[in-house]
């Protein structure tokens, strides 16, 4: 992707109540190291920018309801457009549920969160990174094209 800027948002829930900062993947978080570890098999990406759905954490960490995603998701949709040119990513379940409302084209990757049981099975998180990088080949890809679609890389 040599000539290629690339700026990668990953999209989150909201913080962590164990996070010593209100904001998205901060490293003082499980989450925030495990996406920390993502992005250096990231090569080609010049730029990571880090957001979250809510900027406030939830008690007991529980997940977003759909009338709290549904508050949020004007601000959320704000502060994607003010990053430029991005390309998307979303961490789980509540990212996905507002990206789709927003109808942005994204790639989905499970939450990096230590209770996520998928994160034991390093076959499937190595073949999601594999995803995750055909998704951004395919965006340069798009993008020289002058396509402005992602469509098809919502993977559920």
């Not at 995603?69 to 990053?83: F, H, V």
Request: aromatic residues 10%; contains cysteine; proline residues 5%.
């Amino acid at each position: 992707m040599e000539g290629y800027t690339v700026t990668l948002v990953f999209v989150g829930s909201n913080p962590s109540w164990a996070s010593s900062v209100s904001k998205a993947f901060d490293m003082s978080t499980y989450s925030g190291r495990v996406l920390n570890g993502w992005t250096k098999e990231l090569s080609g990406v010049d730029y990571f920018r880090y957001a979250n759905v809510c900027d406030k954490p939830t008690p007991n960490n529980r997940p977003l309801k759909d009338s709290e995603i549904k508050d949020n998701i004007a601000q959320l949709n704000t502060w994607l457009e003010s990053y430029g040119n991005i390309k998307i990513v979303a961490l789980g379940k509540t990212a996905t549920k507002a990206l789709t409302l927003l109808q942005l084209p994204f790639y989905e990757m499970p939450h990096p969160s230590g209770l996520n049981r998928q994160l034991n099975d390093p076959e499937y998180i190595a073949k999601k990174l594999k995803g995750l990088k055909e998704y951004l080949v395919l965006a340069k890809s798009n993008d020289d094209s002058g396509d402005a679609t992602d469509e098809g890389n919502n993977s559920k």
